[in-house]
């Protein structure tokens, strides 16, 4: 599986973005995509995933209830609605799959870490200015 995300841009605070994860291989609708987000001089964080049948969703605490994760199948492509965006928002945000079809990388508390994923697209960079 590859994976390019794409969307990402310069936006005032309160603004909203669609960043587009768009793959290439076979069967992705077997598998399971999660976004992450990595500010300079930070960790990279999970944001949000979404399971291969898109039945389930699961956002962190900062961005629920401003962002949403959807999937078109048809495309190949998960994206990210970002709404009321914040100037901690800023980063770059990569899509990443888990290597198995099926499988779920997040864990019981609804948190997902860079380790359970395997298959990683370039970043693309959102800057939200306040």
């Known amino acids: 599986v590859q994976l390019q995300a794409s969307g990402g841009g310069l936006v005032q605070a309160g603004g909203s973005l669609r960043l587009s994860c768009a793959a290439s291989?076979?069967?992705?609708?077997?598998?399971?995509v999660g976004w992450f987000r990595q500010a300079p001089g930070k960790e990279r964080e999970f944001v949000s995933a979404?399971?291969?049948?898109?039945?389930?969703?699961y956002y962190a605490d900062s961005v629920k209830g401003r962002f949403t994760i959807s999937r078109d199948d048809a495309k190949s492509t998960v994206y990210l609605q970002m709404n009321s965006l914040k100037a901690e928002d800023t980063a770059v945000y990569y899509c990443?799959?888990?290597?198995?079809?099926?499988?779920?990388?997040?864990?019981?508390?609804?948190?997902?870490?860079?380790?359970?994923?395997?298959?990683w697209g370039r970043g693309t960079l959102v800057t939200v200015s306040s």
């Open positions: 990443a799959a888990p290597f198995d079809k099926y499988v779920s990388p997040v864990d019981y508390s609804g948190d997902a870490s860079p380790g359970s994923f395997h298959y």
């Open positions: 979404i399971s291969w049948s898109g039945g389930r969703t």
């Open positions: 291989g076979r069967a992705f609708s077997t598998y399971a």
